[in-house]
C-alpha cells in the first residue's frame, strides 16, 4: 500500500522557520519525484517544490526560491521542506504527492499518490 504521511505544519510568526517531513513507503521510492504542493482557501493547488530521486534535480516556485529547501534523503524514504523566512502568504494546507518519472515534474497532473495535508499557518 501505498502511503506518504506529512508531518510537520504549524503557527508561526512571519520570519519564522518550519520543517514538513513526508514520509514515503510502499513503491520504489529512488524511482519516483516527490513534490510538495500547496493550496490556501479559494485559490488553486500550486506546486511549491520538487525534487526527482532519480538525477536529483529541483524545482521551486518563484514565490518561495531562496526561502525553502527541498531534500531527499533516500535510505529513510523521507523527503523535507525546509521553510525559512515565512510569509503570511505562504499560509496554506501543504500536500506531499510522489509521481512516477526519474525526472523532475512539477505539474500536479502527473503526481499519482497524495498523503493527507499538514497546515502551516504564518501569521502577521
Known amino acids: 500500500e501505498v502511503q506518504l504521511q506529512a508531518s510537520g505544519g504549524g503557527l508561526v510568526q512571519a520570519g519564522g522557520s518550519l520543517r514538513l517531513s513526508c514520509a514515503a513507503s510502499?513503491?520504489?521510492?529512488?524511482?519516483?519525484?516527490i513534490g510538495w504542493f500547496r493550496q490556501a482557501p479559494g485559490k488553486e493547488r500550486e506546486a511549491v517544490s520538487c525534487i526527482s530521486n532519480g538525477d536529483g534535480l529541483t524545482y521551486y516556485a518563484d514565490a518561495v526560491k531562496g526561502r525553502f529547501t527541498i531534500s531527499s534523503d533516500r535510505p529513510k524514504k523521507t523527503v523535507y521542506l525546509q521553510m525559512n523566512s515565512l510569509k503570511p502568504e505562504d499560509t496554506a494546507v501543504y500536500y506531499c504527492?510522489?509521481?512516477?518519472?526519474?525526472?523532475?515534474?512539477?505539474?500536479?497532473?502527473?503526481?499519482?499518490?497524495w498523503g493527507q495535508g499538514t497546515l502551516v499557518t504564518v501569521s502577521s
Open positions: 504527492a510522489a509521481a512516477p518519472y526519474s525526472i523532475v515534474v512539477s505539474t500536479p497532473d502527473f503526481y499519482d499518490h
Open positions: 510502499g513503491f520504489p521510492f529512488d524511482d519516483y519525484a
